[in-house]
């Protein structure tokens, strides 16, 4: 017979009480979800084919920026006994999305992305081996695919290191856009960031890009009913997620519409 656990943990975190009260006082639940980058991708196609031009990407509530090498990673969709591709085929990292239905525009190559930037409050450096760590250590210990795929993608980043902005939601997003190049599309993206900022940050965030004096398409993966300009009614949920395009700023009217459904680290897809 097994060995009940709760005596070993109770003697772990006993014996380890000054390290796990440090941790408590400077540390705070983080993660990078990886299989997003799935969805991600399909996101930045549209942009791309819309614009017609190089896309200058904005992700917000990046925590450590792997998923701004998106581009970098190979994906493959299921579709019915298709498996459809994007992304070199040397990619050192491979991701699986099933789409259930629908039909996704899947293009065997990533759009062209010329400039990126990620925002978040208190962003990972995955290029140092201890900021690393946390973020492994915060994946449930259940899912060893999830930690084989962050793990990937760390060392990608490492060779590739992402471009973080350590600030709060609207100082960032204000910092991030003045830099854009002039000559490219603009595109902010939200993978379950949306859900966690205060209903001000989200108007002031959203002031922000309307008052734009360019046309912004932000792309958001978040629960149903959490993006209000989507008109997507429905009960938030932590299988589901609503993978929706709201575009605003540039002197027109915002126009918004949902592009499908999707589980929220990527595993499966129903597109509209």
């Not at 039909?103 to 930037?117: E, F, K, L, N």
């Amino acid at each position: 017979m097994d060995e009940p656990v709760t005596p070993a943990f109770a003697d772990l975190v006993v014996t380890n009480r000054a390290a796990i009260d440090e941790l408590l006082r400077t540390r705070r639940t983080q993660t990078n979800e990886v299989g997003r980058a799935a969805i991600l991708a399909l996101m930045l196609s549209d942009a791309s084919k819309r614009a017609k031009r190089p896309l200058a990407w904005i992700d917000l509530g990046a925590s450590g920026g792997l998923n701004l090498n998106t581009d970098h990673f190979r994906i493959e969709y299921k579709v019915g006994e298709r498996v459809l591709t994007t992304g070199p085929a040397n990619a050192g990292l491979t991701l699986q999305c099933e789409v259930r239905s629908g039909s996704p525009d899947i293009a065997p190559a990533h759009p062209p992305v010329s400039w990126r930037v990620g925002i978040d409050r208190a962003p990972i450096d995955v290029t140092n081996a201890a900021e690393a760590r946390w973020l492994q250590a915060c994946l449930w210990p259940s899912q060893p695919e999830r930690q084989a795929r962050l793990t990937t993608a760390i060392e990608i980043a490492n060779r590739m290191p992402p471009r973080l902005i350590a600030a709060e939601a609207v100082d960032g997003l204000a910092n991030a856009m003045a830099q854009v190049p002039a000559d490219t599309a603009l595109v902010v993206t939200t993978s379950w960031v949306w859900f966690y900022l205060p209903e001000p940050t989200r108007q002031a965030v959203l002031a922000m890009m309307a008052a734009s004096d360019r046309r912004v398409r932000w792309y958001s993966l978040e629960a149903a009913g959490v993006v209000n300009e989507l008109g997507y009614e429905g009960e938030p949920s932590v299988i589901d997620s609503v993978v929706g395009r709201v575009e605003l700023g540039g002197g027109e009217p915002i126009e918004a519409a949902v592009l499908g459904r999707s589980h929220p680290h990527g595993a499966w897809l129903e597109w509209c």
